[in-house]
């Protein structure tokens, strides 16, 4: 049975062309004698929390759309190991093989499961040691005297939301009008307002 294969390619501006990737993958997907079902193809940073052909691509994945996934370079799919590793455990998971070619790495073989296990090794200690930094900034922060979380509202915003809210005006255009956190001039119109409730139920 032939199987049936999907590319992903990515740019990460305008200016670049994903042409070259798409060449090369079709070429491997066509020595293998495998049928292309569809191409997934963006622009967009490696980083970027928002990648829709990505996304598109894992749902045709959930699917069982395709049966191998063809990509040019690891870079393509990620930047972060986590990142990358979360990518590979979901295709394992839906039986989806993957190809990168610039790597030689062919999760259909056990020289390529083995490197993605591998991998797996190093996002877990690259998830450790990013909670060790981050432990031990916030130690120094204190250590200085910084504050950690949020940072007490000052009495003059808080006298200034009362003012404006005494005047009528609502709780959105008061976060505007002072440029405060719209969670802050919230907690502080509804205290004043029970304030104002509670005055009047005692007059």
Same mark, same amino acid.
């Given at each position: 049975?032939?199987? +049936? $294969?999907? @590319?992903? &390619? %990515?740019?990460?501006?305008?200016? /670049?062309?994903?042409?070259?990737?798409?060449? +090369?993958?079709?070429?491997?997907?066509?020595?293998?004698?495998?049928?292309?079902?569809?191409?997934?193809?963006?622009? $967009?940073?490696?980083?970027?929390?928002?990648?829709?052909?990505?996304?598109?691509?894992?749902?045709?994945?959930?699917?069982?759309?395709?049966?191998?996934?063809?990509?040019?370079?690891?870079?393509?799919?990620?930047?972060?190991?986590?990142? *990358?590793?979360?990518?590979?455990? &979901?295709?394992?998971? *839906?039986?989806?093989?993957?190809?990168?070619?610039?790597?030689?790495?062919?999760?259909?073989?056990?020289?390529? %499961?083995? *490197?993605?296990?591998?991998?797996?090794?190093?996002?877990?200690?690259?998830?450790?040691?990013?909670?060790? %930094?981050?432990?031990?900034?916030?130690?120094?922060?204190?250590?200085?005297?910084?504050? @950690?979380?949020?940072?007490?509202?000052?009495?003059?915003?808080?006298?200034?939301?009362?003012?404006?809210?005494?005047?009528?005006?609502?709780?959105?255009? @008061?976060?505007?009008?002072? %440029?405060?956190?719209?969670?802050?001039? /919230?907690?502080?119109?509804?205290?004043?307002?029970?304030?104002?409730?509670?005055?009047?139920? /005692?007059?």
């Amino acid at each position: 049975m032939t199987r +049936r $294969a999907a @590319i992903y &390619a %990515r740019v990460s501006t305008g200016e /670049q062309t994903p042409e070259n990737q798409l060449l +090369r993958l079709r070429d491997v997907a066509a020595r293998a004698g495998w049928t292309i079902v569809h191409e997934y193809v963006e622009t $967009a940073s490696g980083a970027s929390p928002s990648r829709p052909e990505m996304d598109r691509l894992m749902r045709d994945a959930a699917r069982r759309r395709f049966d191998v996934l063809l990509a040019w370079d690891v870079s393509r799919l990620g930047r972060s190991l986590t990142q *990358l590793v979360g990518l590979f455990e &979901a295709l394992r998971t *839906l039986g989806v093989d993957l190809i990168l070619e610039q790597q030689g790495v062919d999760t259909s073989t056990p020289a390529g %499961r083995a *490197l993605l296990g591998m991998a797996a090794v190093f996002a877990e200690f690259e998830r450790a040691m990013i909670v060790e %930094r981050t432990k031990a900034g916030m130690e120094r922060a204190r250590a200085r005297g910084a504050q @950690i979380g949020r940072a007490p509202a000052g009495d003059g915003i808080i006298a200034a939301i009362r003012a404006l809210r005494a005047q009528g005006l609502g709780m959105d255009r @008061i976060a505007r009008e002072l %440029r405060c956190g719209k969670g802050l001039s /919230q907690r502080v119109c509804t205290e004043f307002d029970r304030e104002q409730a509670d005055a009047r139920q /005692q007059a």
